[in-house]
């Protein structure tokens, strides 16, 4: 079964069934690529139109890292279905240093941290041995349930002091959404299953354009092409202690990659080892060293298109390689992106819920597999999830912490992952851990 799977990975699908399905994972990473852009320039005070060029470089930057990942070049790039995108941890240190050093210090602390990022892959990808089935299943169960507020937000809004908070309209445009998704998977087989939540994305939006949720209005304004020149705030500064901010935040997200690609490797049925690891953290290196001088952010490997993997049952990573693309010709191609852009939250909101809920169930399966009877592993699972999550529903619960501190226990993946490496230290150092049987989705 593992090995038919593995397969899977590399198998060629037809070219409209790979572009469909590219496009709803497209849509689906979508609002968390742009959102940091939009946050970072805002908070800085830029304009409008450096806000956007500052989104078009974060699509063409994710493209490439998403082509790099799907597909892989030399020793860059897992080759399995996982996109990239701009990391929201690296808002806090892009604000704070860029309000007090600037931007160009900014630049020039990506391009440090990215290269060292690069260097150090592939002896940090040597820790997979700490990562048996408990603490994987942790790891991947925790990523589900601390994406899945993401979701909330987008369909409730951010400020629940703001009085549209929870406004019915959005509430019932999302449930619609959710409806249609399990009417579309309930009543068709084959392609137009696994396309459920791209049909129901598209019938969401028209219903939610036409009654006055979100708008058009703007799509065909602006330029067809446009792109910010490189190193477009100036020639880049070197800051030590902006570029140890920076380094914290890399740890943090290289504790988050080794999570990702060993939870796509569950989804797909296929062994992840420490040579994938070490080519996945080298593209998301790669990418944020290209941030220092192409005005890009930090870029990390994103997770939230494994729950979709695990939905459609879709294993084939030539589909992502065409999100790729697709975020090349969003960055390039300005109006495409602003309609993507267009589409109102709440129905990207339903879409987000539902795929992180389907990753959360993926990592209930391989803990399914777990002796919970052998000591420890109760406490692991346990602490790891309560603690990991406390960022997502708490988001000020650190704020009293020393930055250093508050940037990497913000991180509820890096935390609850930790924690659950070292609990697992604890209590079965002294033995051999057995390779617990993985649950792999069928």
Do not use: C
Request: glycine share 12%; aromatic share 8%.
């Amino acid at each position: 079964m593992r090995e038919q799977q593995s397969d899977a990975v590399d198998e060629r699908l037809p070219f409209t069934q790979s572009v469909l399905l590219a496009l709803q994972h497209a849509l689906v990473m979508y609002a968390g690529v742009i959102v940091v852009p939009i946050v970072v320039g805002t908070a800085l005070g830029l304009s409008d139109a450096e806000i956007s060029d500052l989104v078009s470089t974060d699509l063409i930057l994710a493209g490439v890292g998403t082509l790099l990942q799907a597909l892989g070049l030399w020793r860059f790039g897992i080759r399995m279905p996982l996109v990239v995108g701009a990391a929201s941890s690296g808002i806090v240190p892009m604000v704070l240093i860029g309000q007090n050093e600037g931007l160009p210090t900014v630049y020039g602390s990506l391009l440090v941290a990215g290269v060292i990022w690069v260097l150090v892959a592939p002896y940090f990808s040597k820790l997979l041995a700490l990562f048996p089935a408990v603490v994987t299943g942790t790891v991947i169960t925790l990523i589900g349930l601390t994406l899945i507020p993401v979701g909330v937000r987008l369909i409730a809004g951010s400020d629940p002091s703001d009085p549209g908070y929870g406004r019915l309209s959005h509430l019932a445009l999302a449930g619609f959404t959710m409806a249609l998704m399990v009417i579309f998977r309930r009543l068709f087989r084959g392609l137009v299953g696994q396309l459920a939540i791209l049909l129901a994305l598209v019938i969401g939006a028209i219903v939610g354009w036409s009654t006055g949720i979100g708008s058009l209005a703007h799509a065909g304004a602006g330029p067809i092409v446009g792109l910010m020149r490189p190193l477009h705030f100036g020639a880049l500064q070197f800051h030590i202690p902006s570029i140890l901010l920076f380094l914290v935040i890399v740890f943090v997200l290289m504790v988050e990659g080794a999570g990702q690609g060993l939870a796509v490797g569950e989804v797909v049925g296929k062994p992840v080892g420490p040579d994938d690891i070490a080519r996945l953290l080298r593209v998301d290196g790669l990418m944020t060293a290209l941030s220092g001088v192409f005005n890009g952010f930090v870029y990390t490997t994103f997770g939230q298109n494994i729950g979709l993997i695990a939905l459609t049952r879709v294993r084939s990573r030539y589909p992502v390689a065409v999100v790729g693309l697709i975020l090349l010709g969003l960055g390039i191609i300005q109006p495409v992106g602003r309609v993507a852009a267009a589409i109102p939250e709440p129905v990207i909101g339903a879409a987000a819920v539902v795929t992180f809920g389907a990753l959360t169930v993926s990592g209930i399966r391989i803990l399914s597999r777990v002796d919970f009877d052998r000591s420890g592993n109760s406490m692991l699972v346990m602490l790891s999830l309560g603690i990991g999550v406390i960022p997502a529903y708490a988001p000020r619960f650190y704020q009293q912490l020393p930055t250093f501190a508050e940037v990497f226990f913000k991180s509820g993946v890096a935390t609850g992952t930790v924690l659950a490496v070292v609990l697992n230290i604890v209590f079965h150092a002294r033995r051999r851990i057995p390779d617990d049987a993985r649950a792999v989705p069928d």
